[in-house]
C-alpha cells in the first residue's frame, strides 16, 4: 500500500507538471508571464538611473498581464537570438518594440498592431548628409538582426554606402555615431526622438524615411490561447483608457492603435 500511495503521488506531481506546461508562478501563487526584452531600448525598455527596468512597453506590459490575472517577469535577452528564446519556452513573449515582419510572422504569432514607427536616419546634428542619396559611400550603423537592418538592405542605397556596421543595441550605435566611429545610424523613430530629447543639440533626423512599420507583441507558434487572452486584454486596455493613459506618460499624447 505504501509503495502504491507514492506511486500515486509521483503520478499526481508529474500530471500537474504537465498540466502547467511552461507557466510558471510568483512566490505569492501568481502565475507568471516572462517576457523578453532588451533592456537597452529606451523608451521602450530600458533601465533608469537605479539600474531599475522602465519604459512604455514595460508600463504596458505590466498593465496587461494584470488584466490577464498574471505578473509580468521581464527577462532580458540577447535581441540577436529573441525568436530561439521564444521557440525554446524560456520566454512567453517578445515584447520590446518588435517590428511585425512578414518574415517574422513565419516564425511568430503576432498580437495586432499597438504602434507604430518608422525607420529612419540619425546623423550628427553639423552633419553635410542631408538625404539618403548621402549615405553613399558613408559608414552606417546600425543594431543586428533588427529591423533597421531589413530596412536598409530593402532599400537601393544600401549597395552604395561603404560599410555597415552591426551592433548589439542602439546605445552602442549611437555612441560610435558622436564619436564618428561611422556617419550615419539606422534607427527606429521613437528612439532617436527619445534620445534627441535628452541630448538636445547631437542628432538630427533625414526628412527622408526608410520604411514605416508596426510594433506587435510576439507568441510562440501554436500558442493561440495565450495570444487571444493577451490580445483581449490588450483590447480591453484601450477601451478603459489604460493604454491612453501609459501613452500620454511616455509619448505626451496617446499614440497607441486601435
Known sequence: MKKMKVA???????????????????????????IGVDDKFAPMGFRDEANELTGFDIDYAKAAAKHMGMKAKFQPIDWKAKETELASGRIDLIWNGYTI??????????????????QVVAVLKDSDIQSLGDLEGKIVGLQALSSAADALEANPIADKVKNKTEFADNVLALSDLKSKRVEAVIIDEVVIDYYMSKEEG????????????????????????????????LDTMNEDGTAAQISETWFGENKVLK
Open 8 to 34: 500515486l503521488a509521483g503520478l499526481g506531481v508529474i500530471a500537474l507538471l504537465a498540466g502547467c506546461g511552461n507557466s510558471k508562478e510568483a512566490a505569492n501563487g501568481e502565475k507568471e508571464l516572462v
Open 101 to 118: 515582419t512578414d518574415d517574422r510572422k513565419k516564425k511568430v504569432l503576432f498580437t495586432k498592431p499597438y504602434l507604430s514607427n518608422a
Open 202 to 233: 547631437t542628432f538630427k533626423v533625414l526628412d527622408e524615411t526608410l520604411a514605416p512599420e508596426e510594433y506587435g507583441v510576439g507568441v510562440k507558434k501554436g500558442n493561440e490561447d495565450l495570444l487571444n487572452k493577451l490580445q483581449d486584454a
